[in-house]
């Protein structure tokens, strides 16, 4: 089986841009959850969808938002972007939503903003 | 959520045995316990995890004391792979947190040749 795979693999963008980022999980998995790592904040929780219903949101502010299509493919978008997002953003796969399930962790955005 | 706290870092020769310390004291009893861990330039994988009984697998031994209130993964034979950060999580199997994982600093295993 393929792994999660998202893109692009790096990207470069302004403040004030707005930049969407994609994920596509494992097959067969309903569940992409999405993560910004950063020096500073370590690993931090951003959302999860699970059968194109957002989850849980962690606490980032609303210019972060995302969405899963019917093929359990994510989108996760930035609006108005400001330096502090830089970031690498991790997106992960499950079969199913819940505290037992193993995470399948993709290779990561690495988002840079001048 | 219930707090781990691990070591920033550890260092071991390359072969030998080695014991990654977590302490979870305020863990509840229904709180998994779950490692992962992040290679350079990767995301984070799966290790192992476990309830209350010691769990093994092809990649690593999870120790959880009799109380809980800590655990101990063991990787058998460390190799230069192994180099990475090791995240301890708590996970509650009754909330609604879903798929949610909550990292904190973790340990940067080094591993010497």
Redo the contacts between chains.
């Keep these: 089986k393929a792994g ?1 795979t998202q893109t692009p693999r790096y990207l470069i963008k302004t403040r004030g841009q707005q930049v969407t980022l994609s994920c596509s999980p494992i097959s067969g998995h309903r ?1 992409v ?1 999405w ?1 910004q790592q950063t020096p500073g904040q ?4 951003l959302f ?1 969808y ?1 059968s194109e219903t957002q ?2 949101k ?1 606490n980032f502010p609303g210019r972060f938002s995302g969405r899963q299509f019917s093929n359990s493919r994510s989108e996760m978008n930035v609006s108005t972007l400001e330096l502090g997002d830089s970031a690498l953003y ?1 997106c ?1 796969s ?1 079969p199913a ?12 955005t690495r988002l840079t903003v001048l | 959520d219930a707090k781990t706290t691990q070591p920033n870092s550890m260092e071991s020769n390359e072969e030998e045995p080695v014991h990654l310390p977590c302490n979870h004291s305020t863990i509840s009893g229904t709180d998994y316990i779950h490692w992962y861990r992040q290679l350079p330039s990767q995301g984070p994988e799966y290790v192992i995890h476990g309830l209350t009984s010691n769990v093994n697998n092809r990649m690593a031994s999870l120790a959880i004391a009799e109380d809980r209130k800590s655990s101990t993964l063991i990787l058998h034979r460390a190799t230069l792979r192994d180099a990475a950060v090791y995240y301890c999580i708590l996970r509650d199997a009754r909330n609604n947190a879903g798929n949610m994982l909550t990292f904190g600093g973790g340990t940067r295993l080094m591993v010497k040749p």
Excluded: K
């Design positions: 999660v569940s959850s993560y370590g690993l931090q929780f999860e699970f989850r849980n962690g991790l992960a499950s939503s819940g505290s037992y399930n193993e995470q399948f962790f993709g290779p990561g």
